[in-house]
């Protein structure tokens, strides 16, 4: 239904919105964007609704298509709806009206459908009320069932629910999730109603890139979970998921809100307690995490290497070295070293990043590594080679191997980094040895 490849968006003055968005979204099916405030969710929504056209004061790079058309053409094909965050309803037409007109523009009439829709938005009582007699939960019912009206093949949904205390959001999703199959795009802040209401759900960083992927992986249908969204949360999908999500977004939270004066006290922090085993298991991970949009900094980076040298456990040596590879003017020597020594320690290695993102099933650490591996801007290429490497975690993953011999044999178009296919070629090397070894102890 709709194709998104290297998506980038920025304004003439240069503030970077997005950058290279890829998506693909089967049709029938709900994809979810979640993330950060301020990381460009709402404006992908607007590039997909074809209502952020080029301008003179803003520029789009990359290509989107819906059922193969220009966002632009598919809307005018009248088949789209688009809900915005806030209720843009009519002031002079009744709660009626306002869910009637989009079929009075299309030059028809259906009163039996208007009347359903306002049932299902619980407004039976209010039909004949205007918009200044609604209160804020009540005006998003009317722009939900106006959105619905059309029965649209594509329907995108902007923080449609956040002004719906969650009984009524229970009651909303039961309720229209049964009338239509329609493909939607919805942005939302709720992390439990993303893995509630989606098959995909995508993660989008502060600087406006890709940050993760998940597919929904569960047996539950989104029918039936909206009807028994406390057993759902019980669901091995939504206990892998829920957690996953709040680590990205937590994190790129408190990433944007750090100043370099907290880094300087952060990385004193490590310094201090580098050398004593005890004292390094004592640092927390978020002091660790904050360090890397700092590390071009040179105070910052020679400090990370000089704590790396005298590091004694293994867990402060992988932390610090996240940082330490951020670092854009690392030599390819320097890389080359680095690499090797996570080789050695590859299986606590991986087994620490699979724990930092906080995934249990091999599926999405998979597609969390390979977005990271495959998005061309927001990753510090010459570091990547890492998350080549975490693909040891995922080794039970039939199409993992697939996917290292098609690294190494050069056919991925994206994964042209250096160390890219040597990683490849190593990993796979790796991954043969430990299944050898473990049919021999077996």
Same mark, same amino acid.
């Given at each position: 239904?709709?194709?998104?490849?290297?998506?980038?968006?920025?304004?003439?003055?240069?503030?970077?919105?997005?950058?290279?968005?890829?998506?693909?979204?089967? =049709? /029938?099916?709900?994809?979810?964007?979640? /993330?950060?405030?301020?990381?460009?969710?709402?404006?992908?929504?607007?590039?997909?609704?074809?209502?952020?056209?080029?301008?003179?004061?803003?520029?789009?790079?990359?290509?989107?298509?819906?059922?193969?058309? &220009?966002?632009?053409?598919?809307?005018?094909?009248?088949?789209?709806?688009?809900?915005?965050?806030?209720?843009?309803?009519?002031?002079?037409?009744?709660?009626?009206?306002?869910?009637?007109?989009?079929?009075?523009?299309?030059?028809?009439?259906?009163?039996?459908?208007?009347?359903?829709?306002?049932?299902?938005?619980?407004?039976?009582?209010?039909?004949?009320?205007?918009?200044?007699?609604?209160?804020?939960?009540?005006?998003?019912?009317?722009?939900?069932?106006?959105?619905?009206?059309?029965?649209?093949?594509?329907?995108?949904?902007?923080?449609?629910? +956040?002004?719906?205390?969650?009984?009524?959001?229970?009651?909303?999703?039961?309720?229209?999730?049964?009338?239509?199959?329609?493909?939607?795009?919805?942005?939302?802040?709720?992390?439990?109603?993303?893995?509630?209401?989606?098959?995909?759900?995508?993660?989008?960083?502060?600087?406006? +890139?890709?940050?993760?992927?998940?597919?929904?992986?569960?047996?539950?249908?989104?029918?039936?979970?909206?009807?028994?969204?406390?057993?759902?949360?019980?669901?091995?999908?939504?206990?892998?998921?829920?957690?996953?999500?709040?680590?990205?977004?937590?994190?790129?939270?408190?990433?944007?809100?750090?100043? @370099?004066?907290?880094?300087?006290?952060?990385?004193?922090?490590?310094?201090?307690?580098? /050398?004593?085993?005890?004292?390094?298991?004592?640092?927390?991970?978020?002091?660790?995490?904050?360090?890397?949009?700092?590390?071009?900094?040179?105070?910052?980076?020679?400090?990370?290497?000089? +704590?790396?040298?005298?590091?004694?456990?293994?867990?402060?040596?992988?932390?610090?070295?996240?940082?330490?590879?951020?670092?854009?003017?690392?030599?390819?020597?320097?890389?080359?070293?680095?690499?090797?020594?996570?080789?050695?320690?590859?299986?606590?290695?991986?087994?620490?990043?699979?724990?930092?993102?906080?995934?249990? &099933?091999?599926?999405?650490?998979?597609?969390?590594?390979?977005?990271?591996?495959?998005?061309?801007?927001? @990753?510090?290429?010459? =570091?990547?080679?890492?998350?080549?490497?975490?693909? @040891?975690?995922?080794?039970?993953?039939?199409?993992?191997?697939?996917?290292?011999?098609?690294?190494?044999?050069?056919?991925?178009?994206?994964?042209?980094?250096?160390?890219?296919?040597?990683?490849?070629?190593?990993?796979?090397?790796?991954?043969?040895?430990?299944?050898?070894?473990?049919?021999?102890?077996?």
């Amino acid at each position: 239904m709709i194709q998104a490849k290297d998506i980038s968006f920025h304004y003439a003055e240069g503030k970077q919105v997005l950058q290279n968005i890829s998506f693909d979204l089967e =049709k /029938g099916k709900t994809l979810a964007i979640v /993330g950060a405030s301020g990381c460009g969710k709402s404006t992908l929504l607007r590039i997909i609704s074809g209502i952020l056209p080029c301008t003179n004061s803003n520029r789009l790079h990359g290509t989107i298509l819906v059922e193969n058309q &220009t966002p632009d053409q598919y809307r005018q094909t009248g088949k789209l709806a688009f809900m915005f965050q806030e209720a843009t309803l009519m002031p002079h037409l009744t709660v009626k009206e306002n869910i009637e007109l989009p079929l009075k523009i299309k030059g028809s009439n259906d009163p039996q459908k208007v009347a359903d829709l306002i049932k299902a938005v619980g407004l039976e009582e209010y039909a004949n009320y205007l918009p200044k007699q609604l209160s804020g939960g009540m005006k998003t019912r009317v722009a939900l069932a106006r959105a619905f009206v059309t029965e649209p093949e594509l329907l995108l949904l902007d923080e449609p629910f +956040s002004a719906l205390d969650i009984g009524w959001k229970s009651d909303l999703y039961k309720r229209l999730v049964s009338l239509f199959h329609t493909t939607v795009v919805i942005v939302t802040h709720d992390v439990q109603e993303a893995i509630l209401l989606a098959d995909d759900i995508i993660v989008l960083n502060r600087k406006g +890139s890709l940050q993760a992927k998940f597919s929904v992986n569960s047996s539950i249908s989104i029918n039936d979970r909206v009807h028994d969204i406390a057993g759902f949360v019980n669901d091995q999908a939504f206990q892998e998921l829920y957690p996953a999500l709040q680590q990205a977004i937590i994190l790129e939270e408190e990433r944007k809100t750090i100043t @370099y004066k907290q880094i300087i006290e952060n990385i004193n922090f490590i310094h201090q307690r580098a /050398g004593n085993d005890k004292e390094e298991n004592l640092i927390p991970d978020s002091i660790l995490d904050s360090i890397h949009d700092y590390a071009n900094r040179d105070e910052v980076h020679n400090s990370l290497v000089d +704590s790396y040298n005298r590091a004694e456990t293994l867990r402060l040596k992988h932390m610090l070295l996240w940082g330490i590879l951020e670092n854009t003017n690392l030599s390819n020597e320097a890389h080359q070293q680095y690499f090797e020594f996570y080789l050695d320690n590859i299986a606590q290695f991986s087994n620490m990043s699979r724990q930092w993102y906080k995934t249990k &099933t091999d599926e999405t650490l998979f597609h969390t590594l390979k977005v990271r591996i495959e998005t061309a801007k927001g @990753y510090n290429q010459k =570091k990547k080679w890492i998350y080549i490497c975490d693909l @040891y975690a995922v080794s039970q993953l039939p199409k993992v191997k697939l996917y290292i011999d098609q690294i190494e044999n050069g056919q991925i178009e994206a994964v042209n980094f250096p160390l890219a296919k040597l990683a490849a070629k190593q990993i796979k090397e790796k991954i043969k040895n430990a299944k050898q070894d473990s049919i021999h102890i077996a």
